[in-house]
Every structure is written in structure tokens, then in C-alpha cells.
């Protein structure tokens, strides 16, 4: 559970726009799947998550697809806002107790 | 509830110093998590307790590195002795034993200098 790749690594978009982040895993027992943004000078918060027998989970303009077949995952975040602008990480579990990170993604809405 | 609570924000030292991070989980949650951010590294696991109890330390880097929970409201993250590389930002996270499945509440971070 501790091979997670990210893309990209930074993202810009104009607001309004959507952004879409990526990320692939490489262990079958991962069950657990959350995202995480994180702001200038603070901890990582959970956004959304997803579970394995889910396929596509939505909340307040992000949406968060999995596809297990591949071991791919996707989080998308609607008509963005400058409060959007954070660094964003996939994440999962391994099946275990703990949680593998992804790179990170520095996401930049502009005004 | 006041969230994972850290401390020192920030600390400044110089290499060969001992350092003592601490944390305070929120209340009632079993598990508590160390990691290290940086930025060639990204975020990585050192250490989690479940009840106290270390589970899986192999994220520690090494042996200058300890972590401690005597109970369940602190626990403890030294480094003795310190070096340059061990400068980044060490996060502490909580996790209750049911609910949501893994979600982790992390605290807001202790950003450590070794100079």
C-alpha cells in the first residue's frame, strides 16, 4: 500500500472551471480511499472519501471516481472558487489501519 | 472539540539539540499517527499507536527518532540528536476506532528548523 502516483503536480485553472486530479494505486487490499486538501500552514482535511464498493461518490461540487479494475482513482472539483486554491492529496489504505499518500497536487484557481 | 492540538507551531534548533514534539488527540479516539512532510519526500508515516500501543514504527528513520504515548490524551515525538535533514513540518493525526472508516484528523502541524 505504498505506491501511490499522483498527477499532475500543479494544476491552474481559471474559476468557474473544473479540476480534475488523478491518482493510481498498486495494492488489490486497499479499501479505503479519502482526499484530503490542505491549505497554507495548516493540516491535511478529509473532503471526500470513497470505499471500495462504491464506484462514484458526490458531494458539495466535488465528485470522486473509482475505478478498481485498473486501480485508478480521480477526484473533480465543479466551478471552482479562489477558496479552492490548496494543495490536495489521494490517499489510501493499503486495507491496513493507516494511509499512504499520494504526491500532492498544488491547485491555483485564478480570479 | 478542539481538534488534534500540537505543539511547539514552530521550532528553531540547532543541529545536535534534542527535540520533543508533542501532541494531544481528540478525545476519545484509539489511534494516533506521526508524519513528516516535506517537500522531496511528501507526507510519510513514521509511527501509529492504537490504545497506547505502537503498531508499526517502520516508518521511523532511525534510531534518533522516538515516539511515546504514555496515555491517551499526549503523546510524544523526539529527536535526539537533531540534524539539517530532519528539518520539516511533523503532523499528528487521530482517528476514533469506529466511525468513518480510516479518516484521519490531523493537528495543524509543528514546522521544525535544524540549523
Known amino acids: 500500500g505504498e505506491n501511490v502516483e499522483q498527477h499532475p503536480s500543479t494544476l491552474s485553472v481559471q474559476e468557474g472551471d473544473s479540476a480534475v486530479i488523478k491518482c493510481t494505486y498498486s495494492?488489490?487490499?486497499?479499501?479505503?480511499f479519502p482526499w484530503y486538501k490542505q491549505e497554507l500552514g495548516k493540516g491535511p482535511q478529509l473532503i471526500i472519501d470513497?470505499?471500495?464498493?462504491?464506484d462514484k461518490r458526490q458531494g458539495q461540487r466535488v465528485t470522486v471516481l473509482l475505478n478498481k479494475t485498473v486501480k485508478h482513482l480521480s477526484l473533480q472539483i465543479a466551478a471552482t472558487q479562489p477558496g479552492d486554491s490548496a494543495v490536495y492529496f489521494c490517499?489510501?489504505?493499503?486495507?491496513?489501519?493507516?494511509?499512504?499518500f499520494g504526491t500532492g497536487t498544488r491547485l491555483t484557481v485564478i480570479p | 472539540d478542539a481538534g488534534v492540538i500540537q505543539s511547539p507551531r514552530h521550532e528553531v534548533t540547532e543541529m545536535g539539540q534534542e527535540v520533543t514534539l508533542r501532541c494531544k488527540p481528540i478525545?476519545?479516539?484509539?489511534?494516533l499517527f506521526w508524519y513528516r512532510q516535506t517537500m522531496m519526500r511528501g507526507l510519510e508515516l513514521l509511527i501509529y499507536?492504537?490504545?497506547?500501543?505502537?503498531?508499526?514504527d517502520s516508518g521511523m528513520p532511525e534510531d534518533r527518532f522516538s515516539a511515546k504515548m504514555p496515555n491517551a490524551s499526549f503523546s510524544t515525538l523526539k529527536i535526539q540528536p537533531s540534524e539539517p535533514r530532519d528539518s520539516a513540518v511533523y503532523f499528528c493525526?487521530?482517528?476514533?476506532?469506529?466511525?468513518?472508516?480510516?479518516?484521519?484528523?490531523f493537528g495543524p502541524g509543528t514546522r521544525l528548523t535544524v540549523l
Open positions: 493525526a487521530s482517528r476514533p476506532r469506529s466511525g468513518r472508516d480510516n479518516e484521519q484528523f
Open positions: 495494492d488489490s487490499a486497499s479499501n479505503y
Open positions: 470513497i470505499r471500495s464498493n462504491m
Open positions: 490517499a489510501e489504505n493499503g486495507g491496513a489501519n493507516n494511509l499512504f
Open positions: 478525545s476519545g479516539h484509539d489511534y
Open positions: 499507536f492504537n490504545n497506547n500501543v505502537p503498531i508499526d
